[in-house]
């Protein structure tokens, strides 16, 4: 495994563990949350991501049922399945 891969590897299985873990005092168990891009940096152990990192880590993230969301200064991390149930536009509601 390439130096690229496995840093991509170890970002998103760290981006996934926290998912599942409880914080910031809400008493959710889980779930979606925000994070520091700086935050992002240091778990992936890079000074800077650059878009072809950001791609990468969003491919990855989506393989295993995630979505991250590139917000520039933060990062949106939730489950693929929190927009299966969003109503759908068709052509008919652009008329």
Avoid: H, W
Wanted: charged letters at 30%.
């Amino acid at each position: 495994m390439n130096e690229s891969a496995e840093f991509i590897e170890q970002t998103v299985a760290k981006l996934v563990a926290l998912y599942d873990q409880p914080f910031g005092g809400t008493g959710k168990k889980g779930g979606r949350y925000r994070i520091p891009a700086k935050l992002v940096r240091d778990i992936a152990g890079r000074r800077r991501l650059y878009e072809d990192d950001v791609k990468e880590l969003t491919r990855a993230m989506l393989e295993k049922g995630y979505v991250l969301i590139d917000m520039d200064s933060f990062f949106v991390v939730t489950s693929a399945n929190t927009f299966v149930n969003y109503r759908r536009a068709n052509e008919d509601c652009l008329e």
